[in-house]
């Protein structure tokens, strides 16, 4: 009998033993799919994130599908290799890819004797080749089928790559949350900085959040993290990587922890946004010439952008100091009853056109922004969109105008919660438009001493009306370098129309903006539309002599093997738009508006006394602020104003100067104290020739001589516009043919 039994448990062992072996030949022949051949784990590539560098060379953002930065052999300290050997796999150095002391010690304690805190049996290698094939669905036989294919594919790891390359392949292969994978987007995310400057502590953080990447993740529960990381320097003790002492202060250290937050770099995500368009562009043009194809998500690039980190932090501290108290302004001013009505008409309006009338009462959880720090509220349809009119948004943008390299991008107030990039947001210029006509007027002959009326006048075209001076001062006469000095809007009108549309017009285009311009007198007082950054290439061709740059983000386009795929040459697309005579008097008249005219607060309240010209503009209402600045060196141009033309300052407060210009001159006044920046772009205009600056040399202002005073008597008043938008003949016209233009 006992024989009997001994002999059908042998059969039963051979039975058993034998579909064991036929499962594993029969995975080892793929029937449970491919695994990698050894050549193939040779070539296997994984796919890595793209890495954005400011333009000092520190790291500013990724693009990723999985935030994935591999290592290269010999970027990491020893350290972390030991910390991940003493607490993943103590037997790495001696067992072959399969340790079965381990898998036996698990059995025994885990199954048979129910000790979960034995740990488990897979090796880092085992662990490898998971992270490497994943694992697939196999109904009841997937954890085995799954287990026997780690099994295989570890010891193909063992016989291919030295153990070093192992954990080296582990390290960049393993999830640490948050969509980070690999060691080297870990140590970014959570520290800020590449896995070869990381401390053994910070290194044991990572190591530790291995066991449970969202239990011990150390922003989310920096207690639990904390004493895993302390677990994991005990471990190193134990197996005699640090000796106890050091064990002992390492673990009584905090954290550390300095989130970096896992896709774009808070101070430059307006700019990494747009950089990602520029460069999905290039590398389509790079693919299409050498018929290749380069994935920016998966291909790991290295990506050097023209980005001035030192200057985009001074443009983000001008927003926080001047628009946070200008919104307090806004604020107060809206609580006021008449306002605060206007405000809400304005929201019920809103909530018909968008159809959202019936849901005006609903609620939900919203993240608010706040110049203090953005917070979660409860708000109902219609206090949402009372909250979003009345922000103040803002763009800004610094260029060289030689090069076309931008600087400074601050696209808006919060990249997060307010995406729109203001810098690309079209707005009627008003007075910013002025050195557009101003130019083409030149171009066609008049000179900055050019006299024109600053009588009243009445314009009559679909509707009657009468244009006035910001100041509302009437009479005498302005040459054309005091009008565009102190933005003066009814000489402005009169250079219009001696001017030309067509002219203007072709001065526009060429200047490199894009919205058509409408042939209306309403022209002259700044309705046509633009953004920051067709300001901003504008004015550089008065910087650059007449010459226009295209602005752009990326100075080259690397592999991480170091192949250049992309360098940025010098332009050969340089339009010549003016002559290099029109471009000196205009920057020599803006010069002018910076020393006594609109835009005279840069000096005289800001203390800037680097060389700079600029022209301060303010839309109707005071919807929106504009100022743009010019060096030889440096173009910044800002715009502010909410998202509605209705929603705004009712007085002097919501103009250029007091809302635009502080933007530049507070980012300018840090340039000014930092030693380098100031070396680089303080460098002075051009010096005049004589002959230029004789034709500069006349009073700004005259009063009427006799003779004038007598003409105007005769002289009509109105002016009045067909349909197609061109003057009508009248007196007035008759008066100028006798007495010619007024020069």
Same mark, same amino acid.
């Given at each position: ?19 064991i ?9 793929? @029937? ?15 796919a ?18 999985e935030n994935?930065t591999s ?9 972390l ?24 010690r %698990? ?10 805190? /034995?740990?488990?049996?897979? #090796? +880092? ?10 694992r ?8 085995? %089928? ?6 295989? @594919?570890?010891?193909? &790891? ?6 070093e ?5 582990? &390290?960049? #292969? ?9 060691? $080297? ?24 959040m ?10 989310l ?17 134990r197996?005699?990587? +640090? ?8 673990s ?13 770099d808070t ?11 520029e ?10 010439s050498n ?11 290295l ?12 443009a ?28 809400h ?9 968008s ?12 993240? +608010? ?9 409860t708000? /109902? ?7 979003? !009119? ?5 763009g800004?943008?610094?260029t060289?105008?030689g ?13 997060? &919660? ?17 050195p ?13 001493? /050019? ?7 009445? +314009?009559?075209?679909f ?8 100041d ?13 000095t ?33 042939r ?19 004015y ?9 740059? $295209? ?7 690397? #592999? ?17 738009v ?7 008097l205009?920057?020599?008249?803006? $010069? ?11 000096r ?5 006394h680097?060389?700079?010209?600029g ?13 743009a ?15 509605y ?17 502080? !933007?530049?001159?507070?980012t ?7 030693p ?11 010096? &005049? ?6 034709k ?16 105007n008597?005769?002289?009509?008043q109105?002016?009045?516009f ?10 007035e ?10 020069r």
């Open positions: 009998m006992v024989k009997k039994i001994r002999n059908i448990f042998l059969l039963t062992l051979l039975i058993v033993a034998g579909f072996m036929l499962f594993v030949i029969g995975i080892y022949a793929g @029937l449970s799919g491919p695994i990698y051949t050894r050549q193939q784990l040779l070539n296997i590539s994984q890595n994130a793209s890495l954005v560098y400011a333009r000092d060379g520190e790291l500013i953002g990724r693009f990723f599908l994935r290592l290269q052999a010999g970027d990491t300290d020893q350290k290799y030991d910390a991940l050997v003493a607490t993943e796999d103590v037997r790495f150095y001696r067992h072959g890819g399969v340790d079965l002391y381990s898998m036996v %698990v059995l025994v304690k885990s199954v048979v004797l129910g000790d979960r805190s /034995s740990g488990g049996g897979s #090796t +880092i290698t085992q662990q490898l080749a998971k992270n490497i094939q994943g697939n669905t196999y109904w009841l036989l997937s954890l085995p %089928v799954n287990k026997t294919r780690e099994i295989i @594919l570890a010891r193909r &790891l063992e016989k291919t790559f030295s153990k390359d192992i954990l080296l392949l582990y &390290l960049n #292969t393993v999830p640490f949350g948050e969509n980070a994978i690999g060691v $080297e987007a870990a140590s970014r995310l959570f520290f800020s900085k590449g896995a070869n400057e990381l401390s053994l502590e910070e290194s044991a953080v990572l190591v530790g291995l066991k449970a990447n969202t239990t011990y993740n150390p922003r529960f920096p207690e639990r993290s904390l004493g895993r990381r302390n677990t994991v320097l005990f471990q190193m003790n197996y005699g990587y +640090i000796s106890e002492e050091e064990a002992d202060s390492l009584a250290l905090p954290l550390g922890l300095k989130y970096a937050g896992n896709v774009m101070r430059s995500g307006y700019f990494l946004a747009r950089l990602k368009r460069a999905e562009k290039i590398l389509e043009d790079v693919g299409e018929e290749t194809h380069w994935d920016l998500h998966t291909d790991g690039l990506i050097y952008s023209t980005l001035n980190l030192s200057m985009q932090r001074f983000l501290e001008s927003f926080h100091r001047h628009l946070s108290h200008m919104q307090k302004l806004l604020d107060e001013q809206y609580a006021a009853p008449n306002m605060s009505a206007q405000l008409d304005l929201v019920g309006r809103e909530l018909i056109r159809g959202l009338a019936k849901r005006e009462h609903e609620t939900r959880v919203h993240r +608010i922004f706040s110049w203090e720090g953005s917070y979660l509220d708000l /109902s349809v219609g206090d949402s969109i009372l909250n979003a !009119l009345g922000i103040l948004h803002a800004l943008i610094a060289e105008p090069s076309g390299a931008i600087r400074i991008y601050v696209g808006g107030i919060n990249h997060q &919660l307010h995406p729109f990039d203001q810098v690309l947001a079209r707005r009627q210029m008003a007075s910013a438009f002025k557009v006509i101003y130019a083409a007027a030149l171009e066609e002959g008049l000179t900055p001493c /050019s006299y024109f009326h600053n009588d009243s006048l009445i +314009i009559t075209d509707s009657t009306y009468s244009p006035s001076n910001h509302q001062s009437t009479g005498g006469l302005y040459s054309m370098a005091g009008a565009l102190h933005s003066m809007n009814i000489p402005t009108f009169h250079i219009y129309i001696q001017t030309g549309f067509d002219p203007i017009n072709d001065m526009w285009r060429n200047l490199g903006f894009e919205f058509p311009l409408r209306t007198p309403s022209l002259a007082m700044g309705t046509a539309e633009a953004s920051v950054f067709e300001v901003a290439r504008a550089g061709a008065f910087a650059n002599g007449g010459h226009r740059v $295209e602005p752009y983000m990326i100075d080259s386009i690397m #592999t991480q093997e170091g192949r250049l795929l992309y360098r940025r040459e010098p332009s050969d697309t340089v339009q010549m003016m002559n290099e005579e029109t471009a000196l205009i920057s020599s008249m803006l $010069e002018n508006a910076v020393r006594r005219g609109t835009a005279s607060a840069v005289n309240t800001y203390g800037i680097m060389p700079v010209a022209k301060t503009g303010t839309s109707q209402q005071y919807a929106d602020a504009w100022f600045s010019f060096s030889p060196r440096l173009v910044m141009v800002s715009r502010v104003g909410a998202n033309p209705s929603v705004g300052f009712r007085d002097a407060r919501g103009s250029g100067s007091s809302l635009a210009l502080p !933007l530049v001159a507070l300018m006044q840090k340039i000014q104290e930092h380098s920046l100031y070396a680089t772009y303080s460098d002075p205009f051009p010096g &005049l020739s004589a002959n230029l600056l004789q500069l040399d006349c009073p700004e202002y005259r009063e009427h001589s006799k003779l004038e005073r007598f003409i008597i005769f002289r009509d109105s002016v009045t067909d349909q197609e938008g061109e003057k009508k003949e009248g007196r016209s008759v008066i100028r043919r006798i007495f010619g233009r007024r």
